[in-house]
């Protein structure tokens, strides 16, 4: 149980293209998202919450409108890299927490590699 | 700010040894706090969780010790295997309503053969 997926793997674009990283809860409905983003040697820097409905909440320093982010259903959100540079390179990584048992644990995804060209 | 931190950035174990990975948290007002195991280009992997209301708890081959006053948390590995080896996180929820994850630095577990 709890598992996350998130598509896709990997993904090379160009610059000033969108991307487009969708996590799903597959066993478990998930009310809250976490967004996370990671560099090579580094730890996990928390982007963004998503709940499911609402608009996200935002990390100081993360631009909404460079980074959107949709919860628009229990087991579905989504994150839109938008027009995209070389320096949003990264590795993203999605988290869940089952909303109908209440536990707090953060069950993450597999991560998507972003190289932009 | 509050910070959750890690003592040792690597760490280097014999296999069949036993492990013992270190981290200090800042916030008082942490109360639950969880142990991942990160892969090489894989995301992290729940181990091993503890509340603030108890000072130790075990899984298979893991156990979490949580020292409170010294605001210390600690993961030990028994009888460490090769693949154990990854980068291995703290992550602490405090007081905010939505109970984000504060992650330490890591550390990376090496096991030699």
């Known amino acids: 149980g709890a598992v996350v997926s998130q598509h896709p793997s990997w993904v090379i674009c160009k610059s000033g293209t969108s991307v487009k990283i969708e996590c799903r809860s597959l066993d478990f409905q998930a009310t809250t998202m976490f967004w996370y983003r990671q560099f090579p040697k580094q730890s996990l820097m928390l982007m963004a919450t998503?709940?499911?409905?609402?608009?996200?909440?935002?990390e100081q320093g993360v631009e909404k409108d460079k980074f959107l982010i949709n919860h628009a259903s229990l087991t579905l959100s989504t994150l839109t890299v938008t027009s995209a540079h070389p320096e949003d390179s990264s590795f993203y990584i999605c988290?869940?927490?089952?909303?109908?048992?209440?536990?707090?644990?953060?069950?993450f995804g597999p991560g998507t590699r972003l190289l932009v060209l | 700010g509050e910070s959750v931190g890690l003592h040792l950035p690597t760490l280097s174990v014999q296999e069949g040894d036993n492990s013992i990975i270190n981290c200090a948290y800042s916030?008082?007002?942490?109360?639950?706090f969880i142990w991942y195991k990160q892969e090489s280009g894989k995301g992290p992997q729940f181990i091993i969780d503890?509340?603030?209301?108890?000072d130790k708890r075990q899984g298979q081959r893991v156990t979490v010790l949580l020292n409170k006053t010294v605001k210390h948390l600690s993961l030990q590995i028994a009888a460490t295997q090769p693949g154990d080896s990854a980068v291995y996180f703290c992550?602490?929820?405090?007081?905010?309503?939505?109970?984000?994850?504060?992650f330490g630095s890591g550390t990376q577990l090496t096991v030699l053969p």
């Open positions: 916030n008082s007002a942490s109360d639950y």
């Open positions: 988290s869940a927490r089952d909303g109908v048992s209440g536990k707090e644990t953060q069950y």
């Open positions: 998503s709940n499911e409905g609402s608009k996200a909440t935002y």
């Open positions: 992550a602490e929820t405090g007081e905010t309503s939505a109970r984000q994850l504060t």
């Open positions: 503890i509340r603030s209301n108890m």
